[in-house]
């Protein structure tokens, strides 16, 4: 019986790196939203060859993109807002989450999600998705988040981080909850 090749998938920050296609042996997989996250205009110019080794990469079927299916970023809504990091996460980010558990479920194989981002990591140790992070240290243990109001200390729903505490006016945050 053949093994299944290992398949990696790149969060913007990975590709903002430089990375090096060609030294890359695994299938690599990223969403269109992701790819847009990089093309952000005022770092065009600074992203250019980035761009170019991304293009490339696409050319020559290095790099594969493609949107999850809904059902899995529906799910992935539902359990970043269980943890508490649905407002930290961007869209893209929560399709990129979605589209590795949609390729583990569907395809199987040795699948990792690289991202030097803390809360997909999080979501990802929820679901139980190797991850990895480049040049920064990854999370150590999973986190549930409490979405509160530093002021009057009033508790919120995960959907409402980064909003105004509707009794004080702060902004409200987010703490690891005991």
């Known amino acids: ?72 970023i529906i799910k992935i809504r539902e359990i970043s807002k269980k943890t508490g990091d649905f407002n930290a996460l961007s869209e893209a980010d929560k399709e990129l ?25 999080n979501v990802c140790s929820e679901l139980g998705i190797p991850f990895s992070s480049l040049y920064k240290d990854g999370i150590a243990s999973k986190i549930i988040w409490e979405i509160y109001c530093p002021q009057c200390k009033n508790i919120y729903k995960a959907e409402e981080l980064n909003k105004v505490c509707e009794i004080c006016g702060s902004k409200i945050r987010r703490r690891p909850k005991k």
Do not use: H, W
């Open 97 to 121: 989450i979605a589209l590795t558990l949609e390729l583990k479920e569907k395809q199987g194989g040795d699948i990792k999600i690289y991202s030097n981002d803390y809360s997909i990591e």
């Open 1 to 72: 019986m053949k093994e299944k090749a290992s398949i990696y998938i790149f969060d913007a920050n990975i590709f903002l790196t430089g990375l090096d296609f060609n030294i890359i042996e695994a299938t690599i997989y990223t969403t269109p939203s992701i790819i847009e996250e990089v093309k952000v205009s005022k770092f065009e110019e600074k992203n250019r060859n980035i761009l170019n080794k991304i293009n490339v990469a696409i050319e020559s079927k290095k790099l594969n993109l493609k949107i999850p299916q809904n059902e899995f």
